[in-house]
């Protein structure tokens, strides 16, 4: 079955420091991964998408790494601040499918 | 390019009755998904529309349902309420069917009282 994982589910960290979220996904055949970030409230932004053939993806200060071998990607936020705040939720696309599946995101609490 | 358009913002109702609520997706863009998040839930998905077809379906109840027109706005109708149906219903569009980016509007927050 097809399913994505996040973890932790949630997570409180301080002003400045930095933090990694993990995915482990079993969707075979691949084709890509998203991480995208949701402010209470809203609908989700994306931050990245790699392809299968992609290991590491920057959008300033997100970074997210894939390893296709093992079906994990991380997310990693340096320098937080107060507005990186919220859910982030990672989905994979299956190959030539055409329902994506979207994980059960992490919580990500900023503290001044 | 404007983004995802969903209307209305927040909407209260009661059980029993029925709602209808819209999306317009990017321009260009032909699929459109419709999504529920319920606090604590991840985004569960409801169904996605092409080129005015139903093209994927969730596991939700046949009081949901949609439509999609000829310049892609979709609309999505929840008849008899009920209190488990308050959530934030989200839409997203793409510019083409299945294993595609897609972009989300900002939601409409329904609440069933």
């Known amino acids: 079955k097809n399913q994505v994982e996040q973890s932790p589910q949630s997570l409180i960290i301080l002003e400045g420091k930095n933090c990694t979220l993990q995915?482990?996904?079993?969707?075979?055949?691949?084709?890509?991964l998203r991480w995208y970030k949701q402010d209470t409230g809203r609908g989700p932004v994306s931050l990245t998408i790699?392809?299968?053939?992609?290991n590491t993806k920057s959008n300033g200060r997100y970074t997210a790494t894939l390893d296709a071998d093992t079906k994990q990607s991380s997310l990693h936020i340096t320098a937080s601040q107060l507005s990186d705040s919220a859910s982030y939720i990672c989905?994979?696309?299956?190959?030539?499918?055409?329902?994506?599946?979207f994980g059960s995101g992490t919580r990500l609490s900023i503290r001044p | 390019k404007a983004g995802v358009t969903q209307t209305p913002r927040y909407l209260i109702k009661t059980r029993g009755q029925q709602v209808t609520l819209s999306c317009s997706p990017i321009?260009?863009?032909?699929?459109v998904s419709w999504y529920q998040q319920t606090p604590g839930q991840g985004l569960q998905f409801l169904f996605e529309?092409?080129?005015?077809?139903?093209?994927n379906k969730g596991n939700f109840p046949g009081r949901f349902s949609g439509r999609q027109f000829s310049n892609s706005r979709s609309e999505m109708n929840v008849s008899t309420l009920e209190l488990g149906d308050s959530a934030l219903y989200l839409c997203?569009?793409?510019?083409?069917?299945?294993?595609?980016?897609?972009?989300f509007g900002p939601g409409t927050r329904l609440t069933v009282l």
């Open positions: 529309y092409f080129s005015e077809t139903q093209r």
């Open positions: 995915c482990n996904y079993t969707v075979s055949p691949f084709s890509n």
């Open positions: 997203a569009s793409s510019q083409i069917s299945g294993d595609n980016e897609q972009f």
């Open positions: 989905v994979v696309g299956p190959r030539g499918a055409s329902k994506i599946i």
């Open positions: 321009s260009g863009h032909r699929s």
């Open positions: 790699m392809t299968f053939s992609e």
